[in-house]
């Protein structure tokens, strides 16, 4: 992705993207030059076009930069020779082969800036109560980094047929051999076929496999309906990632997902008509399938907490904050003493009385047990004579019939 740098025309200082003004700003003088959108440049682009938007390294004017430390790789400007990785906070270097990139269909803004994002990590951290108190000071402004995360998103008008079993519920009454009336339910499966389907829109999977998809998915998900059309000045000041992820493979992982909505679909709409359902089986057949690939804007910042690195990611459109942390053996310790100290509150809450009038008798407690103890035993031989009768006097035993 080219990215360029941008002189201010009244003082001659660098020219950053401005989130509250969604456009290039000078930080010194506050000139603002507007950024050009022209979403009817958002193109949809046939699958059967694989490599329409592929351009060669040595065209960019952009360099590859890669971390030896995690292997990430993101676009720069190409005067920079060195800056710092958002994901595990080494330093990137000039990575030895280029990059063939792919031209972004469009880019949705960053919608949050880095202030308001510290606010974020400072309020994110307060509600971790079982985080050590140190770590509410250890964020650090300059560590974090706005980074363009690129992704593929896939559209597909889908027609489903499927086929399972459907299941009716009813009631039985029946008397075992003493005469006892008891109740049973009993399920009856029945075939059923049907049709599902609908139009699967930005269906979206990452391009990039470098951060933690768990972790990306957790801030999800962005409104790409606000994206503009791609334009490199949304990326002065901020970093963006190379895209890893091949077209093909991102596809087979848009329609698994477009399999999973249509498997519930298809399971909805049996309940419909029956009980419960089992042995759902689908065909989809997929038409008009179009593809795009979107920028996405995200926070990330990597910090080390004795010894061991943590990640913490933002969404840098909706403010969706998810990330690990250490936990406070203290905090944890002190958990645990007061749960034990709420279950025994609660044990003497609800036996006080009876302890207290047991304990007013010497030995009586002792008695008590092996009274209850006593007939305890009793009730459970009675219960094995009673199941045990039929067999010891020849009898023929009835299980009641248990068919599904």
């Given at each position: 992705m080219e990215e360029k740098t941008y002189k201010c025309g009244s003082c001659g200082g660098t020219m950053e993207f401005d989130v509250a003004a969604q456009a290039l700003k000078c930080p010194n003088c506050g000139t603002v030059i507007e950024i050009i959108n022209d979403r009817n440049k958002i193109v949809e682009h046939p699958l059967d076009r694989y490599s329409s938007s592929r351009i060669r390294?040595?065209?960019?004017?952009?360099?590859?930069?890669?971390?030896?430390?995690?292997?990430?790789?993101?676009?720069?400007?190409?005067?920079?020779?060195?800056?710092?990785?958002?994901?595990?906070?080494?330093?990137?270097?000039?990575?030895?082969?280029?990059?063939?990139?792919?031209i972004p269909d469009g880019v949705v803004p960053?919608?949050?800036?880095?202030?308001?994002?510290?606010?974020?990590?400072?309020?994110?951290?307060?509600?971790?109560?079982?985080?050590?108190?140190?770590?509410?000071?250890?964020?650090?402004?300059?560590?974090?980094?706005?980074?363009?995360?690129?992704?593929?998103?896939?559209?597909?008008?889908?027609?489903?047929?499927?086929?399972?079993?459907?299941?009716?519920?009813?009631?039985?009454?029946?008397?075992?051999?003493?005469?006892?009336?008891?109740?049973?339910?009993?399920?009856?499966?029945?075939?059923?076929?049907?049709?599902?389907?609908?139009?699967?829109?930005?269906?979206?999977?990452?391009?990039?496999?470098?951060?933690?998809?768990?972790?990306?998915?957790?801030?999800?998900?962005?409104?790409?309906?606000?994206?503009?059309?791609?334009?490199?000045?949304?990326?002065s000041g901020y970093e963006a990632e190379c895209c890893s992820r091949d077209l093909e493979d991102a596809h087979r992982e848009a329609r698994q997902e477009m399999e999973r909505e249509l498997y519930q679909m298809a399971e909805r709409d049996v309940l419909c008509r029956f009980d419960s359902v089992r042995d759902v089986h689908i065909q989809p057949e997929y038409r008009n399938e179009t593809y795009k690939q979107l920028i996405l804007p995200v926070y990330a910042t990597a910090y080390d907490y004795k010894g061991r690195q943590y990640t913490v990611l933002v969404n840098g459109q909706t403010g969706s904050i998810r990330g690990g942390y250490p936990k406070s053996p203290l905090k944890i310790a002190l958990l645990a003493a007061a749960a034990v100290a709420a279950f025994i509150l609660i044990y003497l809450l609800m036996w006080g009385d009876e302890l207290q009038s047991s304990s007013a008798l010497p030995g009586a407690l002792p008695q008590v047990a092996a009274a209850q103890e006593a007939d305890w035993m009793a009730d459970a031989a009675e219960e094995s004579r009673e199941q045990w009768a039929p067999v010891a006097s020849g009898m023929a035993y009835e299980w009641p019939d248990r068919r599904i």
């Open positions: 390294a040595d065209e960019k004017t952009s360099h590859t930069m890669e971390c030896k430390s995690c292997g990430a790789r993101i676009e720069v400007e190409a005067s920079c020779t060195a800056t710092e990785c958002p994901y595990c906070g080494t330093t990137y270097v000039l990575a030895e082969k280029q990059e063939e990139v792919v960053f919608q949050i800036d880095q202030n308001q994002v510290g606010e974020l990590f400072r309020n994110w951290i307060k509600k971790r109560w079982l985080a050590p108190g140190a770590l509410r000071n250890l964020y650090q402004k300059g560590k974090l980094q706005g980074v363009y995360l690129p992704y593929w998103t896939f559209d597909a008008q889908t027609h489903c047929y499927y086929t399972a079993q459907g299941g009716r519920t009813r009631t039985e009454t029946y008397r075992d051999k003493d005469g006892e009336t008891h109740t049973r339910t009993h399920t009856d499966w029945y075939f059923t076929s049907g049709t599902v389907g609908c139009f699967f829109d930005d269906v979206l999977v990452r391009a990039s496999h470098k951060l933690d998809g768990r972790l990306l998915e957790r801030i999800e998900p962005f409104q790409t309906a606000d994206a503009a059309s791609y334009s490199p000045d949304y990326f």
